[in-house]
């Protein structure tokens, strides 16, 4: 019993919720920022107008992405909704491993990759997904695909799968948007405004300053929430060589694939892109700690 | 003096919520328990209710292992009828050994262990006993979360207010632990 003793998600799961709320307000102000540099970039003129409908889009932008960011998250690497008739293994190992961490059932997806490697997300436990490629539920044996599904149930536990879920969605979109920002002085002539000039001046390095920014923040969320999900993975399987062998397999194929979107790369079991510049922690030093449990 | 009354006021706020919260933390960690419980006999019945079925197909293959079958249907019997949830996990415990002796009789037969029906029985069951194994361990866990709270300040100090006792942990050996597959 007493090594078990990780009973608790209660410090991780109002710490999670907290960083969503600010998380979301961050995204609000930006936006709002974001309203207020174009409006004077364009014209003053429509300051009101512009800010008015910034506030709108802003509220609607995280009310949409609070509700819908596990959906745009599958779409993104079009995942398929599965049934306990079409993948009975898949199921049934869920099934159990919900018994066992007293969580209640996600939906189940799976999508199309040879590589080992799967995902959940979802804003709570009540609604949460978990989704595995085709490669992991050909290449891995019970005891292993249980090792990777209850590391995912882990991250649904802890409302990890809310912050990372909004972050990769959010701050994803903010990138996207500024983007468009940048390209759309492509098409206008009028700089010899001073005062325009430079809020687009502003607009530039907000735009140029925005993937750097995801960039970081995709670095800092990662890396020790894979360690507690591995460490609950053990609690709810009690049986550490499954996960152990499921990271040396992934460990062995490392084969990148560069069709699965950046932004939502740190929701995955392992990075999906190969172990340089990882959202995670190295493989070798997840193995090093659960052969100790 | 209006100052120290709402400051005095604060406080006995601050200790009714305080002694409130602690007592929904003994009522949520003693539902749980409740819960992880009917679980169990949730996962023990679903055992059960498999059985007739499986007896029904290698009984069409198997015409001379009269007494294995018989093992199966008896412990079956035990389990249904067993009171309490000791009783019930030790009945399953006998349960399961009658039907590995089954599982390595349908090795001999050929026509059985191609049964897609047999097969897919066989699946159920061995899912299920990772089921009731599951259910077991996530019922001693909350009795540790529940005792954990019992046990240690300031939790201690509410559960005698209360009377709130530690519990009895289910019994699970560590060599029965492992022995939830059925293999061959």
Known sequence: MEK????????????????????????????????????????????FVI?????????????????????????SVGAKKITRENHKQYYDVVEGLCIASGLPMPSLYVMPSSQINAFASGRN????VVCVTEGTLEKLDKKELEGVIAHELGHIGSYDIRYMTLVAVMVGMIAIMSELFLRSFRFRSRSDDKKGSIFILIGII?????????????????????YVADASAVKFTRYPPGLIGALKKIKQEDQPDKRINKAIAPLFFTNPFGELASTHPPIEKRIAILEKM | MEFVLWLVLGIVALIIIVFLSYFNRFAILGNRIDNSLSQINVQLKRRADLIPN??????????????????????????VSAKGIEEKVKADKKLESALKTIFAIAENYPNLKANENFLE???????????????????????????????????????????????????IAESEKKNVKVEF
């Not at chain 1, 436990?125 to 949460?128: L, M």
């Not at chain 1, 907000?206 to 894979?226: C, G």
């Not at chain 2, 009269?66 to 093992?71: G, N, Q, T, V, Y």
């Open chain 1, 4 to 47: 078990y003793r990780r009973t608790d998600f209660r410090d991780q799961i109002s710490r999670n919720k907290w960083k969503s709320v600010i998380l979301m307000f961050v995204i609000f102000v930006v936006i709002i920022f974001l309203g207020y540099v174009i409006s004077y970039a364009f014209d003053p003129i429509y300051f």
């Open chain 1, 51 to 75: 800010m008015f409908f910034s506030v709108i889009i802003s509220f609607s932008y995280i009310l949409f992405s609070y509700y819908n960011s596990d959906k745009i998250a599958l779409a």
């Open chain 1, 125 to 128: 436990p009540e609604h949460s």
């Open chain 1, 206 to 226: 907000l735009a140029i300053l925005a993937p750097i920014v995801v960039y970081f923040v995709q670095m800092a969320i990662s890396r020790k929430r894979e």
């Open chain 2, 54 to 79: 499986l007896i029904e197909t290698v009984k069409g293959y198997v015409k001379h292992e009269k007494s294995a079958i018989k093992a199966v249907t008896d412990a079956r019997k035990a389990l």
């Open chain 2, 121 to 171: 029985l066989q699946r159920e069951l061995a899912t299920t006993e990772d089921k009731v194994a599951y259910s077991r361990q996530y019922y001693n866990d909350s009795i540790l979360s529940y005792n954990d709270l019992c046990k240690t300040f300031p939790g201690t100090f509410f559960a005698g207010i209360y009377g709130k006792k530690p519990k009895e942990y289910l019994q």
